[in-house]
């Protein structure tokens, strides 16, 4: 059984679109996490079909990502995919990345948008504040990849009996793939299109999340 696990703050312009998009890719069991928006995001997300959980304080997207991760766990998930409710991701990029993880028994595939063309990064994003979060992972986490900060991420069973995201912000991508290595689990690189919007977290948020970090130690 696969779930879609969609943390969402604020969405409502988009998450009726996204929800729909997974169903008709034949995903049944899309699983939003509302992180105590104060928009319509919750509602429109029931209205669209999904599954609503709701914090009722804003504690950010890792937070939201493990409400989902737990719920989609007890309700016998055997694979879970992280997919943001920014409209940013493209449905069909899933079956292709499940077929990864269950031919070559993987437990983690990590979405990547260097490994094709589809994804028109801005300038500044690719080839400054992309390749410098690059390094801050592999400084913190010991693996290298091609896109440190991806949201799409396809998880086995077996790996969300081992993951737990302890990072509340935008801090629990790197500490994700810190707990693949430390766990030692079977893991690759899958390509996936990203559309732009807006730049996204910046440089400030980019401190935040080495602060976090640190200040986290991954514990």
């Keep these: 059984m696969i779930f879609i696990v969609v943390p969402a703050h604020n969405e409502e312009k988009t998450i009726g679109r996204v929800i729909r998009g997974l169903f008709e890719h034949g995903f049944a069991n899309v699983l939003v996490v509302d992180d105590a928006s104060d928009d ?4 429109l997300a029931v209205e669209a079909g999904a599954k609503v959980l709701r ?4 504690r ?11 719920q989609a766990f007890n309700s016998g998930a055997e694979v879970v995919i992280h997919f943001d409710a920014d409209g940013q991701f493209n449905p069909e990029d899933i079956s292709p990345a499940v077929k990864l993880l269950r031919k070559n028994d993987l437990d983690v595939v990590l979405g990547s948008r260097f490994l094709d063309g589809r994804s028109k990064i801005p300038w500044f994003k690719k080839y400054i504040i ?3 979060s690059r390094w801050v992972n592999y400084f913190f986490t010991g693996l290298k990849l091609t896109d440190a900060h991806n949201g799409f991420r396809i998880f ?3 790996a969300l009996e ?9 801090a629990h991508n790197s500490e994700i793939v810190y707990q693949i290595k430390k766990n030692d689990l079977k893991w690759a690189e899958h390509p996936v299109e990203v559309k732009y919007f807006e730049y996204g977290q910046g440089i400030m948020g980019g401190f935040k ?3 976090d970090l640190i200040i986290g130690k991954f514990s």
């Design 40 to 43: 319509a995001t919750g509602r």
């Design 55 to 58: 914090h009722e304080v804003n």
């Design 60 to 70: 950010g997207q890792g937070a939201a990502l493990q409400t989902g991760d737990e």
């Design 130 to 132: 992309l390749p410098i």
């Design 156 to 158: 086995s069973r077996n």
């Design 162 to 170: 081992k993951i737990c995201i302890t990072q509340d912000g935008m």
């Design 209 to 211: 999340i080495i602060s």
